[in-house]
């Protein structure tokens, strides 16, 4: 009973897309800095777009003796995959959320735009309700916070309205 998976609309083209989109990333890499040693600025790009094109060629591979879905023409295909793949309606909602994260972004300051912006994403689009969301959401802005803020001292937005040197706190 070891039934092969098949492919969903639009899953071999995105193995495709992501292969193009890697191979343009490490072309980026590269141009960093080059290869010039190990401590250089684009290894790390270099590592992680390699891992990329590496990734999306395991992608190709196995989407290739994977037998198609349900659809057999191309119309068939585009109609599923808009169904099922990219609902208009959600994604819409989504890139209104995306373009409020935006607006709000600079006026509040990253920690309660990132939160409440990811709290609503997945509230939205995981449906495991207000609770997971919520942790979820602490958790995810508590590590993009440490690595970035604390580990690679990147100056994130702070709140404008809020001058919290004058209260006392330095963060």
Known sequence: ?????????GEATFGYMLLIFSLFLLYNAFAISGFSSLSSPGVFPLVAASAMVVSALTIILKNRTAPQGEATTFSHRLRLFHSQI?????MVIYIAMV??????LEPF?????ALIFLFVSFWYLYA???????VLSIG???IVYALF???FKVVLPEMEW????ALGWEG
């Open 1 to 9: 009973m070891n039934e092969q998976r098949r492919l969903r609309p």
């Open 86 to 90: 990219l609902p208009l309606k959600p």
């Open 99 to 104: 373009i409020g994260f935006m607006m709000v």
């Open 109 to 113: 300051g990253f920690i309660p735009s």
């Open 128 to 134: 495991k309700g207000a609770v997971f969301a919520l």
């Open 140 to 142: 995810s802005v508590a």
């Open 149 to 151: 803020r604390l580990v």
């Open 162 to 165: 809020l001058d919290l040197e």
